[in-house]
């Protein structure tokens, strides 16, 4: 079974600075998707960005980057120049042929002004 | 259009009753998902549709649980006679096929006395 974990339950940054959010994965598959949603506090998730397992680039969306590694099956997320908007809950979450979407435990994220 | 929207926002009902919690996906949307949230957690899979049919609804809990989508549209998840453990969001998204971008709604939080 697929499984997401997400190590660190809450993280901190001071704004405009630059913040990593882990994630490993467990899946014996070869084809899959890996994403990162924000939650607000409005509970409507968000896809921040998404990335495709056959693609070595890592994929980039404005401020958020993601740093993919196959091999040892992680996928963190950079938040660079930090806004108070960025404050929210963030899950790592996997999706294979099922499609339905395995998802992390979260950390909270704080932009401290 | 707009986007996805789930009715009621909020529901308070009591052990033992039955609850309906409706979908309204984004129009021209094919693929429907329902997923539980429990406090503190990630979002959990039940159930996915696409068009009519359930394609896979390896998620529900157990046979308390069903949801239907008559019209391919809008779709209702049901709970016959709710306990306590139900407590949770209930996030419904849609995407335009299945493997697609899932769009979220902002939820129905479900609370059971």
């Known amino acids: 079974a697929q499984t997401v974990t997400q190590s660190q339950p809450e993280m901190s940054v001071q704004e405009a600075e630059t913040v990593t959010l882990s994630c490993t994965y467990d899946?014996?598959?070869?084809?899959?998707?890996l994403f990162w949603y924000k939650q607000p506090p409005s509970r409507q998730m968000i896809l921040v960005i998404r990335q495709e397992a056959y693609k070595q680039q890592n994929a980039t969306e404005n401020r958020f980057s993601v740093n993919f590694q196959k091999a040892a099956k992680s996928f963190s997320l950079k938040i660079s120049d930090s806004q108070l908007g960025d404050t929210a809950m963030y899950f790592c979450?996997?999706?294979?042929?099922?499609?339905?979407?395995?998802f992390g435990t979260g950390t909270l994220l704080a932009v401290q002004p | 259009g707009a986007g996805v929207s789930q009715t009621p926002s909020n529901k308070v009902t009591e052990k033992g009753k039955y609850v309906e919690l409706r979908c309204d996906p984004i129009?021209?949307?094919?693929?429907l998902y329902w997923y539980r949230q429990s406090l503190g957690q990630g979002p959990e899979f039940l159930i996915y549709?696409?068009?009519?049919?359930?394609?896979?609804d390896s998620g529900l809990p157990n046979d308390r649980f069903f949801a239907v989508r008559p019209e391919g549209s809008v779709s209702t998840l049901k709970i016959q006679r709710t306990e306590r453990g139900d407590s949770a969001v209930y996030l419904c998204?849609?995407?335009?096929?299945?493997?697609?971008?899932?769009?979220f709604g902002p939820g129905t939080r479900l609370t059971v006395l």
């Open positions: 899946t014996s598959e070869n084809n899959y998707y």
């Open positions: 549709f696409q068009g009519t049919g359930a394609a896979d």
């Open positions: 979450a996997f999706m294979m042929g099922t499609n339905k979407l395995i």
């Open positions: 129009s021209g949307h094919t693929a």
């Open positions: 998204a849609s995407s335009v096929s299945m493997g697609n971008e899932q769009f």
